[in-house]
């Protein structure tokens, strides 16, 4: 494992409503033999998540600044960051830096909803096509099929938990969701039965080894990929090599 490049392709770092710095992060990560990993703002400094009727206020649009400057703050001597911009919808596609690797699209069925008819969001997910950023896109089942059949259909998209907080992963394979070619998928939190239903039906050059700390933590959510005994250039793929593909990064 040890000459394996480890990225652990999504969790969460951030210090305004939530205590996820990253100096608590990095020896998790270390410890665990990984030297990247793909940082995302915390829901809390997004939006309102427990408020089904929340209003977008330049208020929170600051707090969503302070949260991606955070990540393009982060320097590491060992653990090399990748930032993923989390759009909200002021679709701040003039906030969309160079050194962005992918977009974070997220909410969950209970929480405020994307204007998705908002001219803007066209304009943005413009601006991601030019980019060629890959889309981290969780929703829920009905947006996620709408996102991928009437707005992006021919950008990437990275289904986060192997789909179980998309409507879970068997609903989204019987959709065919996971045959399409530009659909990625990522392991953290995933069931064991899936992910390993997954490897059986599907490319594994599609999918990413991550463990969306807090929710996961970066050993176990490795050790369960590494149990899956991939022959080794699949699972370089999978703990490294794919992201750096989907995203355009150097080896």
């Known amino acids: 494992m040890e000459s394996y490049r480890i990225i652990d392709s999504h ?15 990095r020896p998790l990560l270390l410890e665990a033999g990984i030297s990247g990993a793909g940082v995302i703002p915390p829901v809390e400094d997004v939006y309102d998540r427990h408020h089904r009727g929340f209003k977008d206020t330049p208020q929170w649009q600051a707090c969503r600044r302070r949260a991606h400057q ?5 320097t590491d001597p060992e653990v090399r960051t990748f930032p993923y ?28 909803e994307y204007h998705y008819h908002d001219p803007r969001c066209r304009e943005f997910l413009d601006a991601v096509r030019r980019r060629r950023l890959p889309i981290l896109l969780e929703e829920s089942l009905e947006n996620t099929l709408f996102f991928l059949n009437e707005l992006a259909g021919d950008l990437t998209v990275i289904i986060p938990h192997l789909g ?5 992963y068997t609903a989204l394979r019987q959709a065919g969701v ?5 659909i990625y998928a990522d392991t953290a939190v995933s069931e064991p039965g899936a992910l390993e239903d997954y ?16 929710f996961g933590h970066p050993a176990a959510e490795l050790a369960k990929v590494l149990s899956l005994n991939l022959p080794d250039a699949q699972m370089r793929g999978v703990l ?12």
Not at 11 to 25: A, D, F, N, R
Not at 96 to 101: D, G, I, Q, S
Not at 178 to 182: G, L, M, S, T
């Open 11 to 25: 969790l969460h770092t951030g210090v305004q409503h939530v205590s996820w710095g990253w100096e608590g992060i």
């Open 70 to 74: 955070y990540l393009l703050a982060l």
């Open 85 to 112: 911009f989390f759009v909200w919808n002021d679709f701040a596609r003039e906030d969309l830096a160079p050194e962005f690797v992918a977009v974070k699209w997220h909410r969950h069925p209970d929480e405020p």
């Open 164 to 168: 179980a907080l998309s409507g879970g």
């Open 178 to 182: 996971f045959a399409r070619p530009n």
């Open 199 to 214: 490897v059986s039906r599907y490319r594994v050059s599609r999918l990413m080894f991550a463990s969306d700390y807090p």
């Open 240 to 251: 490294g090599d794919n992201f750096r593909r989907v995203c355009g990064l150097e080896n």
